[in-house]
């Protein structure tokens, strides 16, 4: 499908990419890897046709649909709803569309040379998947977070951060034969991501995914290409078997280097030696040659190797053994609407905890109260005995002053840490973090992603906190960046609260998760599997409590609680039932009716395509058309239906079996 053959890009005097050959197969899954700024965003450049290669040539076969995210997502009109600007975005959709609707106008008038292309017409629609685009489109924004009230809002008014959900959402749901994706989880949170990971599982075409979450990279791809030294080399393998090859790889590339360097070493000392000398000059000027050609073909590591390192963080300072404690906390931003809404809860000293759910719950807001950047409306957010926090925000702007140096800035902190001293031991650190000579004295305002989260790391670290409050801390990292940070974390001896949208981080470092819903917060004392396997039984138990509870309340007399016998358990059982029986009969018939009428309704969908694909000479393509987008729009009503009626049917099948299996 792709053909790469010796393609070099140079921006500048910086050379990005140099000889470049490997090939994509056709229903290939293949992972992009590599350190930020190696050049992988460059090929989907390449691909697009965004960017020339300064040499060589790209090979695309059979002329595949392409499917990429912009990056800067803008509406067509000021009034254009989130709805139509997903549907808009399919290439080719609009124009296909606009086009049948002419031919179907000349068909009518009698024009029958029409007939013809409209055939071709409407069978690039249907390839395109036209008559099903609005169904897919609304199952990709739902899966993404979106509500379906959110569908008419105007598209202008969504951040930037949910305009690159609806637009990963449209190049989802046109269902390329190519699909390029550019760190998909970036603007995500946890449940997308895992639905996203679930739907890309379904995906029929090529897929090309640049990005850095293992687990997006483990469970979706079985190639790996790695861009890094300015080339790029395909594995013949998945994740796990690039991790291993690569250190293979690796181990020969560096003998080959020591080799060379030996060799041009020896050279120049020649050179240096004699070529003063007229007896040895010619001989001399042969080797001069010589390291001439080796400078040409000089091997170049891998700059993941350049800058490895070891976080080691700082021993925390003691403490009490409650960190945090809040109590019935109310959070508004207007004063109107709260964010958080009587959310009470705590963390232990030694405890790494996962705070997890759906973007706009205020798991941010959360961070920041108990960092001390903000103040709760209503209750109580208590740091312990002892605690020191250490806050590092989603946005670096909060945190890291852009017009200082990288130098100031980790200066500061480092003066500011009571348990660090010597001028060499702080360029150490700095060098730890991967900053030499050269990076000081860049302002934070000019520094890269990766950059930028490696100095607020380090700004952090300086500081010695017990308590480390992590909002997003993998977006800019690569892949050995993300495993060195989780090998630290998962050491440090104090504790941690984190937000990430990386499922293997989160699975690795965290012993417990707290899920923040809007219905409140749930605690989960176990690490991230614990977490999935137990959040479903845990929403339908507490429902069949809250009412046993009820019930039990009316049985308190004379001020103290009498224990009820088991014949009155079993009558309020009985109750419980018979109160739920009506509702369990009701959303059975819709169930059922739902099915009935979807199996109709495909039926008549499969009669009006038929007539449109075989049209008989009195039919009337415009009204066939429009009948077909009746019966797409009831299938997706009946669809939506069945969808709530048979969740609800099976929260209350869980409560009841919820309830004999704990019937005290």
């Known amino acids: ?26 229903f290939e899954r293949i992972g992009v890897v590599g350190p930020n700024g190696s050049g992988k965003s460059t090929l989907f450049k390449i691909i697009l046709g965004e960017l020339s290669p300064d040499h060589g040539e790209l090979i695309i076969e059979e002329k595949p649909r392409i499917g990429s995210t912009r990056q800067h997502p803008e509406p067509d009109t000021p009034e254009e709803t989130l709805l139509e600007y997903s549907l808009r975005g399919v290439p080719g959709f609009h124009e296909l569309e606009q086009r049948m609707h002419v031919l179907e106008e000349r068909m009518d008038a009698g024009d029958k040379t029409a007939l013809k292309e409209y055939g071709e017409v409407q069978t690039e629609f249907e390839h395109l998947g036209g008559y099903d685009l609005e169904t897919r489109v609304k199952v990709a924004l739902g899966g993404l977070g979106f509500s379906t009230d959110e569908f008419t809002k105007p598209f202008a008014s969504f951040s930037g951060g949910w305009r690159m959900r609806a637009e990963l959402s449209r190049v989802l749901a046109s269902e390329p034969d190519l699909l390029l994706l550019d760190e998909p989880s970036n603007y995500l949170d946890l449940p997308a991501v895992d639905w996203l990971q679930r739907y890309l599982k379904q995906y029929q075409g090529t897929l090309m995914l640049i990005s850095h979450d293992r687990y997006l990279l483990r469970t979706l791809t079985n190639i790996i290409v790695e861009v890094d030294a300015e080339t790029a080399t395909r594995y013949e393998g998945n994740l796990d078997w690039y991790l291993r090859e690569r250190e293979v790889r690796f181990q020969h590339l560096l003998a080959a ?268 004392p176990g690490g991230y599997d614990y977490y999935l396997e137990k959040r479903d039984v845990g929403r339908a138990v507490p429902a069949a409590d809250a009412r046993r509870e009820e019930k039990a309340e009316a049985a308190k007399e004379d001020g103290g609680e009498r224990k009820l016998t088991s014949k009155e358990l079993r009558q309020l ?92």
């Open 257 to 524: 280097k020591e080799n060379q360097d030996h060799h041009r070493e020896q050279l120049q000392r020649f050179v240096d030696r004699f070529r003063a000398q007229a007896t040895k000059a010619a001989q001399a000027q042969s080797r001069q040659k010589l390291i001439d050609k080796i400078d040409e073909q000089r091997i170049v590591l891998p700059k993941r190797y350049s800058r490895r390192g070891r976080l080691r963080l700082a021993e925390p300072p003691a403490s009490g053994i409650e960190m945090f404690r809040c109590e019935n906390l109310f959070f508004s931003y207007d004063g109107v609407k709260n964010v958080l809404h009587d959310v009470s809860f705590n963390v232990s000293r030694g405890d790494k905890v996962a705070l997890i759910g759906y973007n706009g719950l205020g798991k941010s807001t959360l961070m920041r109260l108990i960092a001390g950047a903000r103040q709760p409306t209503a209750g109580k957010a208590i740091l312990g005995h002892n605690v020191v926090p250490g806050y590092l925000s989603q946005e670096f702007a909060e945190t890291i002053p852009p017009d200082l140096t990288v130098y100031r800035i980790a200066k500061n902190a480092w003066q500011g840490a009571t348990n660090l001293t010597g001028e060499k031991n702080f360029r150490n650190q700095l060098g730890a973090f991967g900053f030499d000579e050269n990076d000081v004295e860049k302002q934070a305002g000019v520094l890269s992603g990766g950059e930028k989260i490696r100095l607020a790391f380090l700004r952090l670290f300086l500081q010695a906190p017990n308590f480390l409050l992590l909002d997003e801390p993998t977006t800019h990292l690569d892949l050995d960046g993300r495993q060195l940070l989780q090998d630290a974390l998962r050491e440090y001896k104090g504790t941690i609260l984190l937000v990430s949208h990386d499922i293997e981080f989160v699975r690795a470092v965290a012993t417990s998760v707290l899920e923040i819903t809007r219905e409140g917060i749930r605690a989960f």
């Open 573 to 664: 059982r009985a109750a419980e039932r018979a109160k739920t029986a009506p509702r369990m009969r009701e959303l059975k018939k819709r169930v059922e009716t739902a099915e009935k009428k979807l199996e109709e309704l495909q039926v008549a969908l499969d009669a009006a395509s038929e007539e449109l694909f075989n049209p008989k000479p009195t039919t009337n393509f415009a009204e066939c058309n429009r009948q077909v987008q009746v019966i797409q729009y009831e299938i997706d009503r009946y669809t939506q239906d069945w969808e709530e009626a048979a969740t609800e049917l099976e929260q209350l099948q869980n409560e009841q079996n919820a309830e004999r299996a704990n019937p005290q």
């Open 1 to 26: 499908m792709l053909d790469f053959q010796n393609i070099s890009v140079h921006y500048g005097q910086q050379d990005v990419l140099t000889g470049v050959t490997f090939r994509v197969n056709k």
